[in-house]
């Protein structure tokens, strides 16, 4: 079943924009990975906050992905931009449009 | 920009896969309503959950959308399976992959 995650991380005050720019330049591997979605967004009320929402073709594509070499090397440098607070929530899709 | 939004919905027990039935019901005019993702979903330790991962060409679709009869009459078979916990969260997609 197609998998979604959603994950929100608190940025360092001001590296907003690093981490967006970093999430965003390995994206094009993504797709052979078994990623259907991968949508970096921010929110209007909060200054130092990411958020990524994905879909993967399952759970088991998305746990690979982050053993890619280019997830590695992206998430070791957005890593010291980030303060650790991670807030995330899963699903198993069942259905919609566009998945 | 597009609009990214999560909401997390507690059912009555026992009612989550008539929900899940009913928010699949009316996907087919999202689209032309400027809908590019609608997931439904549900999570493995939460049997009373579902969870829909949406993403519009705005925010001013999204909240249109809830003016379409189909979605108020959707809105309305539900409503009384869910419990009223909602959890939402909103962003700002800046870009990715398949957004």
């Given at each position: 079943m197609p998998y979604g995650f959603v994950n929100s991380m608190r940025t360092r005050p001001g590296h907003r924009d690093d981490v967006v720019a970093i999430l965003l330049?390995?994206?094009?591997?993504l797709r052979a990975a078994g990623c259907r979605l991968y949508a970096v967004g921010v929110v209007?009320?909060?200054?130092d906050l990411v958020r990524v929402s994905e879909i993967w073709e399952s759970k088991e594509h998305h746990d690979r992905s982050l053993d890619l070499p280019e997830t590695k090397a992206a998430i070791a440098r957005a890593m010291p931009l980030l303060t650790g607070e991670f807030a995330s929530q899963e699903m198993t899709v069942l259905g919609g449009l566009g998945v």
């Open positions: 330049e390995g994206v094009d591997g209007e009320d909060d200054p």
